[in-house]
Every structure is written in C-alpha cells, then in structure tokens.
C-alpha cells in the first residue's frame, strides 16, 4: 500500500462529496487531525476502516490503491491480501457457522493522543488491532532511557494487562518516536462486542528520562461506531 496514493484517494473522495475534514473525521469517530495525517501520506486508516470507507463511498479496494498507476509487483500484493482478507472472513465464519463476523473502530477517548485501531468479532470470537499511535497534546521532547506502553483490559475494579510493548537501550529515546513503533495483535480477545463497557480498554504509559523522572501517560479507549448490521449488539 503507498500512504500517499490511498492519502490522494480519500481527500478526493471528501472533496467530491462536499465533506469538511472535521465532518470525514466525525463520520469514522476519528480527529480531523488524524484526517488529514491520513490525505498527507503521514499515516493511513487500519484496514478495518479502509473497508468501511470503500463500502459508504461505493469503491473497490482496487480504485482506492490506484491500480491505474501500480506497477504489475504492487498490483499482485493486493491480489495477496485481498486473498489473506477473505481467508480471514471465510476462516471465522466457518469457525462460528452461524455468525457473521463484524467490525468496530477503536479510537482514542483522550484529546492528547490519536490510536488507529479495530475489532473484529463474532458471537464466540474475537480479534484485535491497535497501531499509529501519535501524540498530539503538549510539546514532550524529553529523552526518555526507558518506556514502557501497556495495553489493560478493565473488569470491574480489577485491571488486567493484555499486552505489552517496551523501550530499554543504550540511547535514550523520544516519545514520538517510540510511539511509531507500538502495535497490538490479540488474537482470541476475551471480550465480543455485546460485553463491551465504557472505557474498559486503555493504554497506560510511562516514560522514565536519565533522571529517574516518570512521565505518566493513561488514554482510554472508546468504540462509538456502530456495529456492520447497522445495530449495536
């Protein structure tokens, strides 16, 4: 995928339909920061999202990666995950039989921070995605020796970690660029759609600098999108 291509694609599709970047970024419960991180090339919608954005704007994944312009390599690596995806669907819903798999987009709930990411679920299973997170708020340019970002699952008053992504080296390193690296992959996540509560998933991180100083950093998670049957399960 070239960021920039898929970039030009969605600011063309925004355009022809009269939409702002603030009403784009509404419609996906996204920031229109994230907007237009996404027409600049600096960063795309998880593939959750791109395929919500090909089936309300009447596009094929093909249109949207410009296959007018690829080469004949870039073309057959869409073929290929075109491929993977399908397998992917075909997978659970034989898994499930009876279920049809759906989406949710996660986004971030705090001002300060933007999180691209997505859930995918049945009745028995479920699956999740989180990267491209950013930070946004106040200028950090410290240099941190040691980061640590943990991704905790609320229960009640009992908070259980899910999944952990670390920084400790020789050369201290900032937050942003830290932040480039973070992803999650849960496979078999332990909540379905219909159990999900208000801010029960959040990310915590905390920054140590040389000083022994700690930054700490708490963003929960939210997920306003509807679910694909169009009805909250």
């Known amino acids: ?20 970047q603030d009403q784009f970024a509404k419609r996906y419960h ?15 919608p998880d593939i959750a999202l791109l395929y919500q954005i090909c089936q ?68 028995d299973h479920s699956f999740l995605h989180i990267s491209d997170v950013s930070y946004c708020g106040k200028k950090d340019d410290s240099d941190y020796q040691t980061i640590v970002c943990t991704l905790y699952e609320k229960d009640g008053n009992t908070k259980v970690s899910l999944s952990e992504c670390n920084y400790q080296g020789e050369n201290t390193i900032k937050l942003e660029q830290f932040l480039k690296g973070v992803e999650f992959e849960l496979d078999q996540f332990s909540r379905n759609c219909q159990n999900n509560e208000k801010d029960w998933l959040y990310l915590e ?12 950093y708490e963003i929960p998670l939210s997920m306003k999108q509807l679910c694909s049957n169009g009805k909250e399960r």
């Open 1 to 20: 995928m070239n960021p920039n291509e898929v970039g030009k694609f969605i600011k063309k599709l925004r355009q022809e339909h009269n939409l702002t």
């Open 30 to 44: 996204v920031t229109y920061q994230a907007v237009s991180k996404w027409e600049t090339g600096k960063n795309m």
């Open 56 to 123: 309300d704007f009447n596009v094929s994944f093909e249109e949207m990666f410009g296959s007018k312009k690829e080469t004949k390599q870039r073309k057959w690596w869409i073929v290929v995950m075109f491929i993977i995806i399908v397998g992917l669907l075909i997978f659970v819903f034989f898994r499930s039989q009876s279920n049809t798999l759906a989406f949710k987009t996660l986004s971030s709930a705090c001002d300060d921070f933007i999180i691209s990411g997505s859930l995918a679920y049945d009745d």
């Open 205 to 216: 991180i905390n920054a140590t600098d040389s000083n022994n100083h700690t930054t700490h």
